[in-house]
């Protein structure tokens, strides 16, 4: 069973489209996140979520929102698509915010392509 | 300077070979240290995962931090073709990454030759 999982695993759409990316976890895990890696294969976090608590990274446009139907699920929305967002999506979780040994698990990532 | 730096490669050496992979960071809250490897166009898994400074072990595959330099470094033992993929390494305050999540370095791109 894959613990960390998203659809669609690809995606390209136009400019100005409005999509979404769905995550799922079967862990048990209380915390979710989203991190967007570019071209240079750079990692970055996006959003943190634990128990309805959102995080949100400073440099993450308000044309993102994360939307969590229950503890299981983290979809990603994304308003008015831009070039600049095609990159690779990944999903992650991890037990609790502040767990001792705990350790993030990963999603196969969602590959978008805004032409 | 960025918080986490490391050398994108590509790194190729011959099957066989130890491999040795390393960051340096900034930020002495550091304390909780990752290696993850990625294979193209799949997601992280992780490697190792430290706390602090010290030694880890886990078959052909040693961490190391030493928080006093700001240096980690992931060790490769008798590497194999199935090593090549890209190692990137990370590292939190918090041991799952907390509400700011885990900081990556660039990633290291590894090319093991037959």
């Known amino acids: 069973d894959t613990a960390v999982s998203q659809t669609p695993k690809y995606l390209v759409t136009q400019m100005g489209n409005d999509k979404s990316i769905k995550c799922e976890q079967n862990?048990?895990?209380?915390?979710m996140y989203w991190y967007k890696q570019d071209s240079k294969k750079f990692l970055k976090i996006m959003f943190s979520y634990n128990n309805k608590e959102l995080i949100i990274n400073e440099t993450v446009p308000n044309r993102f929102s994360p939307k969590s139907p229950d503890k299981a699920h983290l979809n990603l929305h994304i308003n008015s698509l831009e070039l600049g967002d095609s990159a690779v999506y990944f999903c992650?979780?991890?037990?609790?915010?502040?767990?001792?040994?705990?350790?993030?698990?990963f999603g196969p990532g969602t590959r978008l392509t805004v032409l | 300077q960025k918080e986490v730096e490391q050398d994108p490669g590509p790194l190729s050496v011959p099957e066989g070979a130890i491999v040795s992979l390393n960051c340096t960071y900034s930020?002495?809250?550091?304390?909780?240290f990752m290696w993850y490897r990625q294979y193209s166009r799949k997601g992280p898994e992780l490697l190792m995962y430290t706390y602090s400074s010290g030694n880890k072990e886990d078959g052909r595959f040693t961490a190391q931090v030493d928080k006093s330099s700001k240096y980690i470094s992931l060790f490769i033992r008798d590497s194999q073709p199935s090593d090549s993929a890209t190692y990137l390494c990370?590292?939190?305050?918090?041991?799952?990454?907390?509400?700011?999540?885990?900081?990556f370095g660039k990633g290291t791109h590894l090319i093991i030759q037959p």
């Open positions: 992650a979780s991890s037990q609790v915010f502040y767990g001792a040994n705990d350790e993030q698990f």
């Open positions: 930020n002495s809250a550091f304390q909780y």
């Open positions: 862990l048990g895990h209380d915390t």
């Open positions: 990370a590292m939190s305050p918090y041991s799952g990454g907390g509400a700011d999540g885990l900081t």
